[in-house]
């Protein structure tokens, strides 16, 4: 069998909603290949239950139809489902990794990224690259229709989740359907600012960057204890905080050195609502790789 481990990723940072993402460090998919006449899913870890097996209703399975690359796929999740860690999207990701490698498919990056994409397609009915290109590429990402950019970036941060659980459908109908001239504005500002942080590996100017008038103000109220979460991880050190992905999990970008304390502060802001968290102390992380 050929093994390769997917990581997570957080999507939107804020300013980018639907274009920016990171892969983590941790956690991570592990997904396991093996040439079959048919293809077929077996599930393990965090959340199997919650996951069809069924191949045309699992990302995986999807990613190997469309590479026309059938196999036996074991995955086992350490991406928890509904995280807002790109759950589904490290699955894909493993899976498209995996099948080119397995099949000598000889197939790009980018390409993998669009084939991983039909897969997130096919469960959420939105083909989103912005967590299949990072976990696929690694570093940070920007997805527009006109291609993918990586940047390799360096920088501390803590996801932290809930055991609470969003939906993608009611987070992406909490979005706002126009935004004001002096809101794209800033967000604008405020993207640039943010990429220019990932080409320096600068906390402040990323953390600065991450402020978002229009998406995570719709959709911060979805997540119980989020502010005072974002409040407490600003106090022990993180210089932005946002949520990440569609969430609940919440993701803090860091000053070097401050990732336990800000660690230890979002769960305890988590706890003071009354809702129990893990942190993950991570930083940005590479794409999907072989386990030799
Ligand atoms: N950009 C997407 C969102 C990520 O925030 O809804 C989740 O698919």
């Known amino acids: 069998m050929l093994t390769v481990r997917a990581p997570a990723t957080s999507a939107n940072l804020g300013s980018g909603f639907d274009v920016f993402g990171v892969a983590l460090a941790r956690p991570a998919d592990v997904v396991r290949v093996e040439r079959a006449r048919e293809t077929s899913i077996e599930v393990t870890g965090a959340g199997a239950d919650f996951i069809p097996t069924d191949p045309a209703k699992n990302t995986a399975g999807v990613v190997a139809r469309e590479l026309d690359a059938p196999a036996r796929i074991q ?26 490698e397995l099949y000598d498919l000889g197939l790009s990056g980018e390409d993998l990224v669009w084939a991983a994409a039909e897969g997130e397609a096919a469960v959420s009915g939105d083909a989103h690259a912005d967590n299949v290109a990072p976990s696929i590429l690694g570093g940070f990402t920007i997805v527009t229709d006109h291609g993918i950019t990586r ?32 809101q794209m504005v800033e967000t604008v500002g405020n993207a640039a600012t943010l990429v220019a942080g990932m ?8 953390g600065r960057g991450m402020d978002d008038p229009v998406v995570t103000p719709a959709r911060t ?12 991880a600003r106090d022990a050190g993180a210089t932005g905080v946002t949520v990440s992905g569609a969430g609940p999990a919440v993701l803090a970008v860091c000053r070097p050195g401050t990732r336990r ?21 991570t930083e940005i992380g590479r794409g999907a790789e072989l386990c030799r």
């Open 75 to 100: 995955i086992d999740k350490g991406v928890r489902p509904s995280s807002g860690l790109g759950s589904s999207a490290a699955s894909a990701a493993g899976a498209a990794v995996a099948l080119n």
């Open 221 to 232: 109220p979805l997540i119980d204890g989020y502010d005072a979460v974002a409040g407490r």
């Open 151 to 182: 940047i390799d970036a360096d920088l501390p941060v803590v996801a932290c989740l809930p055991e609470t659980i969003v939906s993608t459908r009611e987070a992406r109908g909490a979005v706002p359907d126009s935004a004001t001239v002096e």
């Open 199 to 206: 080409c320096r590996d600068d906390p402040e100017l990323v």
């Open 261 to 281: 304390e800000v660690a230890n502060a979002m769960v305890s802001g988590f706890a003071d609502a009354g809702v129990e968290a893990r942190a993950y102390q």
